[in-house]
């Protein structure tokens, strides 16, 4: 019923910026939460960022004061700004959401991801 779709990945050098947007799409009522999870190679998948309907947001402590999350509900789309990058934040970055559906209670849906890689 919801697709999520990343896009604003890519290769920057240390100290570089990118901005990353997850769009959803689909049937449904209203979308709940929408975060940004990252995963980088032999590491566990680890929330970066979060933001609830009514824009409260929290951040994982690594990123705090480089990154900040947006949220247009117009368009059921979330941003990741990312600024002063640094290699450890290499990661493929994976959009989540909780979804109200049209009927039922709360959903969780996935983005595909897209790969971001800082060179040093």
């Known amino acids: 019923q919801v697709q999520l779709v990343e896009s604003g990945g890519g290769l920057v050098q240390s100290g570089g910026s990118l901005r990353l947007s997850c769009a959803a799409s689909?049937?449904?009522?209203?979308?709940?939460?929408m975060d940004w999870y990252r995963q980088s190679a032999g590491k566990q998948r680890e929330l970066v960022a979060g933001?609830?309907?009514?824009?409260?947001?929290n951040y994982a402590d690594s990123v705090k004061g480089r990154f900040t999350i947006s949220r247009d509900n117009a368009k059921n789309t979330i941003y990741l700004q990312m600024n002063n990058l640094e290699p450890q934040d290499t990661a493929i970055y994976y959009c989540?959401?909780?979804?109200?559906?049209?009927?039922?209670?709360?959903?969780?849906?996935w983005g595909q991801g897209t790969q971001v890689t800082v060179s040093s």
């Open positions: 989540h959401a909780e979804v109200w559906p049209e009927v039922g209670g709360l959903e969780d849906y």
């Open positions: 689909g049937s449904f009522f209203s979308i709940n939460t």
């Open positions: 933001i609830s309907s009514i824009h409260s947001t």
